[in-house]
């Protein structure tokens, strides 16, 4: 019996529903229910919210998330062989937990989530990134959720909440800090997890801020983003060549000098040379 619910500890769980991990669906299992309940207090106050969670798997997350008194959890989960755990669970926590087997990428949540929602998940490492970039550029701003608390490969991690001149600084630090406050919450080794993945992984709170840090048409910045970091180590003036005729004097009146590279380029210059773009 765990000491967070009184259901079986996890160890029991997979051996009795023989839930050997699969690699193609990034299954590295978190078998330690006072560590998941960790990364749940991390995600905020849950009591007045709902919470999606990608990936349940055999539930160590989800028993964190519904432990701490997540007003309701829906958790989206691609390998039907998780099934009868997750019931398990949803009958120890009547009313309070929703599965849906189902590839997260697909399914229309919302039509299953009450406001305010926060969003918690050890994601699974093939679609991470791709659910992650989907949640942070919806068609209008403030988005669905109030808060991310995700798990990634700590490289991931580094990259969402990297600041200029850092190697790991790009597209998904812009994209990310521009409209939320980003930090990394916890650091894990790759035995936290069964069975061990080759690197660390590291959880990334993010908490959305209620408007843009600085004004800018989210497309006209994204295509400035990607120009430059494309050719992360060519000169803007060169990078951004294709954005406009006169791109050196628009450099120049955002502040950055026509030969700097984009990785050492802010968040407010980017911000700025898109508003001028869009004159
Ligand atoms: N949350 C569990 C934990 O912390 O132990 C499992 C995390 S494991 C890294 C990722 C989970 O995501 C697996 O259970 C896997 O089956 C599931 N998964 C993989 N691809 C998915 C997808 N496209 N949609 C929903 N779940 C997916």
Known sequence: MAAIDGLPA?????????????????????????????????????TRCDVLEVGPGPGGLTRGLLAEGARRVLAVEKDSRCLPALAEIAAHYPGRLEVINGDALEVDVLAHLTPPIRIAANLPYNVGTEL??????????????????????????ERIVAKPGSAHYGRLALLAQWRCE?????????????PAPKVHSAVVHLQALPEPRY?????????????????????????????????????EAAGIPPTERAERVTLEQFCHLARLLAR
């Open 10 to 46: 996890l160890r029991e769980v997979i051996r009795d529903h023989d839930l050997v991990a699969k690699k193609s669906l990034g299954q590295n299992f978190l078998l330690d229910l006072n560590l998941t309940a960790k990364i749940a207090r991390a995600a905020g106050d849950l």
């Open 132 to 157: 992650l970039i989907r949640w942070l550029t919806p068609a209008v701003w403030p988005p669905f959720w109030e808060s991310l608390t995700l798990m990634f490969q700590k490289e991931v991690a």
């Open 182 to 194: 980003a930090r990394i919450v916890m650091v894990l080794p790759p035995e936290a997890f069964t």
């Open 215 to 251: 004004p800018a048409d989210p497309k006209i910045l994204e295509r400035v983003v990607a120009a430059g970091f494309n050719q992360r180590r060519k000169m803007l003036r060169a990078s951004l060549r294709g954005l406009h005729p006169q791109i050196e004097s628009l450099l």
